[in-house]
């Protein structure tokens, strides 16, 4: 069944983890206004929940993401200016929004990739924290068959996932490359024939772990990927001084003493921004 405006984004949350679902089976997951205005309204509803650990993002039908639907804008011209202009003083329009929001959650993010990762797509499963692909994937940086550059933060995420002459030769020629090569080129963690199943198994073992020392990691290799060495140990300092001694903490100290049946549960994350 076509999917509908209602719809184009689907949210459950099972225990700690919060399954985001792109819902345009029939588009292949394309990219319209609706599905940008609910990806983004579906982050802003996790990020708020703090009880939520791990986030799995995922394409329902044959394929994860075949980027930007074409399609809708030539039917709406106006989408043009919606997605790629900014407000004056924003710092990303909303095309880079759709991407970036998954980077920037305080929480780990896993892209499970299958069928078609074309474009806008790829840029928002290179800007996840883990991407567990079928070997068969089908991926392109292909904006560069539209006469245009990858700029849903795909400059941002390739520079630290990849080598820039693999980087330019897949933007340069648009051409599409499998799930082992992806993984070949450091652009996905691992391959897996069941993606979803590795992603539940990595989604348990970063739940088990203190949630705010997970959201400080997250938030300390952002800070710091590539920073110089005084830097980097400045922010490893302060990011260690926000975890010290906070409940979090204790219980996972606690904890460390203890057998399995005798853990304590840990209470909701703290925010690190």
Known sequence: MPSTENNRVLLEIKDTVAYVTMNRADKHNGLDWPMVQQMISTAKSVRRNRDIRVV???????SFCAGLDFSAVAKQPMLVPKLFLKWPFGKMNAAQRIAHIWRDLPIPVIAVIHGNCFGGGTQIALAS?????????????????????????????????????????????????????????????????????????????????????????????????????????????WVQARLLGRKNQRIAMANGMKKDADKKPFVRRRSFR
């Open 56 to 62: 799995i993002l995922s394409g329902k039908g044959p």
């Open 129 to 237: 924290d883990f991407r567990i692909a079928r070997p068969d994937a089908n991926l392109s940086i292909l904006e560069m068959k539209w006469g245009l550059i990858p700029d849903m933060t795909g400059m941002v995420t390739l520079s630290r996932l990849t080598r820039l002459d693999i980087a330019q030769e897949l933007t340069m020629t648009g051409r599409f490359f499998s799930g082992i090569e992806a993984e070949g080129y450091g652009l996905m963690t691992r391959l897996a024939d069941d993606p979803m199943a590795d992603a539940e198994i990595l989604a348990g073992q970063i739940a088990q772990q203190s949630p705010d020392a997970v959201a400080a990691a997250k938030y300390l290799f952002r800070k710091t990927w590539k920073k110089d060495t005084w830097a980097t140990l400045l922010w490893e300092r």
